[in-house]
């Protein structure tokens, strides 16, 4: 289970797309937060490039158990509806293995430097 993990981004329940998406579906940002934790959760399990063809944005809210989290995440750039799928912008930045290697080595880096 050790390679099962996705970053958590500090600030995340701060940032505008989440308060923006957490207004237009009626919840708290902290929760919107740790929603956007579990549709990424899921995504990962879904796609290796950020393409989850045959999903709308309206399949996502589904899934996930919020209404309105899909059309959120499409008016903020979190999520593109490209007509026969879903796509996530800049999914390698966070999810791809190249980058989960370069975090793991600046972790790895910072506490070296502390020591």
Request: net charge positive.
């Amino acid at each position: 289970m050790a390679g099962h993990w996705i970053p958590w981004e500090i600030g995340l329940q701060q940032k505008s797309e989440v308060a923006r998406m957490a207004r237009a579906c009626g919840v708290h940002p902290h929760e919107m937060a740790a929603r956007c934790m579990i549709v990424w959760a899921w995504a990962q399990d879904q796609t290796v490039n950020g393409l989850i063809e045959g999903m709308t944005p309206e399949d996502l809210s589904t899934t996930i158990g919020l209404p309105g989290m899909g059309e959120a995440m499409v008016s903020v750039g979190w999520l593109s509806d490209i007509g026969d799928g879903i796509l996530f912008p800049n999914w390698e930045r966070f999810n791809g293995r190249p980058s989960k290697a370069r975090m793991l080595a600046a972790e790895r880096k910072r506490r070296q430097r502390s020591r």
